[in-house]
């Protein structure tokens, strides 16, 4: 059986509202959920897959959703 999640957890988090979201799966490359207190990132790409990462320290999440936010809006000021 497939399944487009690549965990249970990251299924299971998909399901609940991310504290901030960027991208949209639908029309763009990915849709980013940042997950403060699990410091997880799920990203769901065109084909609906979502990928889930997991990050060590407050402060790797929140550059890796930086970097993010930089790439889904370039040139622009997001807050």
């Keep these: 059986m497939s399944t ?3 965990s249970r957890e990251a299924e299971e988090l998909y399901y609940h509202q991310p504290e901030d979201e960027a991208g949209d ?3 763009g ?3 980013h959920g940042l997950y403060q207190l699990e ?3 799920l990203t769901e790409d065109s084909d609906g897959s979502v990928y889930m990462h997991k990050y060590e320290t407050t402060d790797e999440l ?3 959703w ?3 936010i930089h790439n889904v809006y370039p ?3 997001y807050e």
């Design 4 to 6: 487009k999640f690549q």
């Design 25 to 27: 799966s639908s029309m």
């Design 29 to 31: 490359p990915a849709w």
């Design 39 to 41: 410091a997880v990132i």
């Design 62 to 64: 929140n550059e890796a």
């Design 66 to 68: 930086d970097l993010i």
């Design 75 to 77: 040139g622009e000021d």
